[in-house]
Nanobody, 119 residues
Framework: QVQLVESGGGLVQPGGSLRLSCAASGRTWNGYIMGWFRQAPGKEREFVAG????????EYTDSVKGRFTVTKDNDKNTLSLQMNNLKPEDTAVYYCAARRPTSYQPDFWGKGTEVTVSS
């Protein structure tokens, strides 16, 4: 059974940092693009960052470039998102996702972890 389980969310002040983790299990992830999406209250889910499971090439949405870093640990089958200099507009539920190269949308989703940036 495929599972993507996020952890690490919470409440943080503006300018602070959080590190999200995603434990991926249930299959081999070679060839997949792993990534993070988020959904803020009243808004559509949006792409945040992605990384190729084998090569490790990364991609970020413009609003997080220079602040967020996506990494992977192939041995532990984990995906991480280091978030620095957090802003109130980063407040959202963050989802881990996995997509095959031939898919337009993620094939697998986690249940999400909530991040709140507020003073």
């Amino acid at each position: 059974q495929v599972q993507l389980v996020e952890s690490g969310g919470g409440l943080v002040q503006p300018g602070g940092s959080l590190r999200l983790s995603c434990a991926a299990s249930g299959r081999t992830w070679n060839g997949y693009i792993m990534g993070w999406f988020r959904q803020a209250p009243g808004k559509e889910r949006e792409f945040v960052a992605g990384i190729g499971w084998i090569i490790g090439d990364t991609e970020y949405t413009d609003s997080v470039k220079g602040r967020f870093t996506v990494t992977k640990d192939n041995d532990k089958n984990t995906l991480s998102l280091q978030m620095n200099n957090l802003k109130p507009e980063d407040t959202a539920v963050y989802y881990c996702a996995a997509r095959r190269p031939t898919s337009y949308q993620p094939d697998f989703w986690g249940k999400g972890t909530e991040v709140t940036v507020s003073s």
